[in-house]
């Protein structure tokens, strides 16, 4: 059987899960068959965006020719702080891959979120991206996830 890996995230926070299959579970063990292996919690993607960053629009200090004005160029913190988050678990499933940890991947994020993830995949681990659904479940717990990928993934047997 294959080992197949979950990714569940939003912008904010996120589980990687290991999938142990539909084989027939021993009484006292687990309901289903999802492990949660790590997870992870991106604190600055909850925050405002004026509290990501230290001056306010207009009041920096600037050094020798500058004046000192707003540069309406400058990426948005929010934006930012998510970019960062997604760079961090494309990063670890990169990871994943190279030490075998999983042969295939399923991704559950917010449409928006899981294109920053994919962005910032290597072309191996794009690869096993075995399917995906662009759903924020990161609020569900293991059964009722387990319940809502089986009944999104059941044309490819989860």
Known sequence: MSKIGVLVANSSQAQFIHYHGLHPLVEGER???????AVFSHDESRMKGSDLVSDKPGHYCASGD???????NNQDPKKVTKEEFAA???KKLNDYHQHHHFDKFLIVAPDHFYGL???HLSKETEALIYGSLQKDYTHYK???LFLALREAFAPINL
């Open 31 to 37: 309901e289903h068959p999802l492990e949660v292996v």
């Open 66 to 72: 500058s004046r000192g004005a707003y540069d309406n």
């Open 88 to 90: 961090e678990l494309a």
């Open 117 to 119: 993830i994919k962005k």
């Open 142 to 144: 293991e059964k009722e």
